[in-house]
C-alpha cells in the first residue's frame, strides 16, 4: 500500500468498504442473470428486466434522496445501506431452499438492493470530500475507482466459476458475506462528521430542495453537459450489459464459467482507466482528457455485436475492455471535478440530481433491450446498443469542454440555496 492507503486509516477503511461492496455487486450482476437464465429458465426480456429493476430507484426516490442525504451525517446512512443489502441478498439461497424463489422475487429482491444502492451511492459521493482535503481528492477517487473497476474484475470471474462450481444461487451468500465486511469496515472508521449549525428555514419543502438541485445541474452548462452525456452513455451500456449474458450463453454457446471469465477480462480496462486517469489530466488537462477518453475509446464498442463462439470471442474482450478503460478514466476526472466545483452544502443534492440523469436512464435502456432482443433479436439489438454508447461522446464534441484545457474548479458565480445539513 502506498500513498492515501498508507497514511489514512479512514480512507483505507472506506475503501475496503467501498471495494467489497462492489465486488459483491459485481458477483450480483453475473449471478442473477445466470440465476434467471438457468434455474428459473427466464426468457430475455425478463431477464432485461433485472437490469433495469437494478436501476429503477434511481428515478423513483434519487432526487429526494440526495436532499434527505445534505440534511443528515452520510455515514449512518452507508451502514444502514450496506445492512440491508445483506439480509436481501441471503434471502435469496433462503428463497430457493424453501421453493418459493421466481423471477418476480428476483425483482423485488434486485429493486430493494437498489434502493439501498442509491442511498449508498449517494451518502458516499458526499462522504468522501469530508474525510479528504482538496489535494488528496485526486489520489483518493484514483484509487476508489480503480479498486472498484479490479473488484468488478474479480466478481465477474468469481461470480461465472461459483455459479458453475456451487451454483448461482449459493453464490449470493459471497454476496452478501461482501456487504457485512462493507458494514464492519464503515463501523471501524473514526472520523464523525461535524455537527452543523443549520439557517434553513423549517418550513422549507423537500420538493423545493429537490428542485434547487436540478434548476443547478440544467441551468449550469458544465453540469448539465455531463449529466446527458452520462445518461446517453449509460442507455446503451446497460442495455448491453442487461443481454450480454444471454448473447453469451444463448447466441454463442459460452458456459457459465467462460462468461466469467471473458467478462473479468474485459473489466480490466476499467482497473487500467483509473490509474492512468491522473496523469492524463496533468498531460493533456481535465477538459481535454475527458474528450479523447469519452468520444475516442468508447468506438472500440462497435467491434463487440461482432464476436463469435471460438478466437472472434476476443472481440467482445478488446472491445468492452477498451471501452471501460475510457469511461472509468473519464469518470474518475469528473469525480475530481464534481467533488470541487460544488460547495460541500450542495453536494448530496447535485450528486442527486446527476445522478437522477445518469442512471435514471439505465432502466430504460434495460427494458428497451429486452423488448429489442425479443422482437429484432439478442445480435441486432447489441448493434442498436454499442452504437448509442460510441455517440454519447458526440454531447461532449458539441459543447464548452471541446474549447477549453481544463474544468472550472469553482461554481460560476451562481447563488446558491441556504440549505445545510443538520446535526450530523
Known amino acids: ?17 467501498e471495494t467489497s461492496g462492489k465486488f459483491g455487486a459485481s458477483v450480483t450482476s453475473v449471478a442473477m442473470p445466470l440465476i434467471a437464465v438457468s434455474t428459473l429458465h427466464a426468457n430475455t426480456f425478463e431477464v432485461a428486466l433485472l437490469g433495469a429493476a437494478a436501476w429503477l430507484p434511481w428515478l423513483l426516490i ?10 443528515t451525517a452520510r455515514r449512518p446512512i452507508m451502514l444502514a445501506s450496506a445492512a440491508v443489502s445483506c439480509a436481501l441478498f441471503v434471502a435469496v439461497p433462503l428463497a430457493s431452499w424453501t421453493g418459493v424463489l421466481s423471477v418476480a422475487l428476483l425483482l423485488a429482491i434486485t429493486l430493494a438492493s437498489g434502493v439501498a444502492a442509491v442511498f449508498f451511492q449517494t451518502a458516499y459521493t458526499a462522504y468522501l470530500p469530508t474525510i479528504l482535503t482538496p489535494a488528496d481528492q485526486s489520489e483518493g ?17 468469481a461470480g461465472g466459476l461459483i455459479s458453475q462450481a456451487a451454483g448461482a444461487v449459493n453464490g449470493m451468500f459471497v454476496n452478501a458475506g461482501t456487504f457485512l465486511a462493507s458494514l464492519v469496515c464503515l463501523l471501524g472508521i473514526r472520523h464523525r462528521e461535524p455537527a452543523q449549525t443549520t439557517d ?11 428542485g434547487e438541485g436540478l434548476r443547478l445541474v440544467a441551468g449550469d452548462r458544465w453540469l448539465r453537459t455531463f449529466a446527458m452525456n452520462g445518461g446517453l452513455s449509460n442507455l446503451g451500456l446497460i442495455g448491453l450489459q442487461s443481454i450480454q449474458v444471454v448473447f453469451l450463453v444463448r447466441t454463442l454457446g459460452v458456459s457459465a464459467g467462460v462468461v466469467g471469465v471473458l467478462l473479468a477480462a474485459a473489466a480490466l ?19 481535454r482528457a475527458v474528450l479523447v477518453l469519452e468520444l475516442g475509446l468508447p468506438l472500440s464498442i462497435l467491434v463487440v455485436p461482432i464476436a463469435q463462439d471460438g478466437p472472434a470471442l476476443a472481440l467482445f474482450v478488446v472491445g ?9 478514466a473519464a469518470n474518475v476526472i469528473r469525480s475530481g471535478f464534481q467533488q470541487r466545483y460544488c460547495p460541500p452544502q450542495l453536494l448530496g443534492r447535485v450528486s ?5 440523469v445518469n442512471y435514471g436512464t439505465i432502466p430504460i435502456g434495460a427494458v428497451l433491450a429486452g423488448a429489442l432482443g425479443s422482437t429484432i433479436g439478442v445480435r441486432p439489438t447489441m448493434w442498436v446498443m454499442a452504437a448509442t454508447i460510441a455517440s454519447a461522446g ?24 441556504v440549505a445545510r445539513p443538520t446535526a450530523a
Open 1 to 17: 500500500m502506498s500513498g492515501l492507503l498508507r497514511r489514512h486509516r479512514d480512507f483505507r477503511l472506506l475503501w475496503l468498504g
Open 62 to 71: 434519487g432526487l429526494p434522496a440526495g436532499v434527505w442525504v445534505d440534511r
Open 141 to 157: 477517487n484514483s484509487k476508489l475507482h480503480g479498486s472498484a473497476s479490479a473488484a468488478q474484475i474479480a466478481g465477474s470471474g
Open 200 to 210: 434553513r428555514d423549517p418550513d422549507r419543502s423537500l420538493v423545493r430542495e429537490v
Open 269 to 287: 480496462g476499467g482497473v487500467l482507466g483509473a490509474f492512468v486517469a491522473p496523469g492524463l489530466a496533468t498531460r493533456l488537462g481535465t477538459s
Open 320 to 328: 468492452k475492455f477498451v471501452t471501460a478503460a475510457g469511461v472509468v
Open 352 to 356: 442527486a440530481s446527476m445522478q437522477f
Open 394 to 417: 458526440l454531447i461532449l464534441y458539441f459543447s464548452p469542454v471541446r474549447h477549453v484545457r481544463d474544468l472550472p474548479t469553482a461554481l460560476e458565480g451562481k447563488p446558491l440555496p
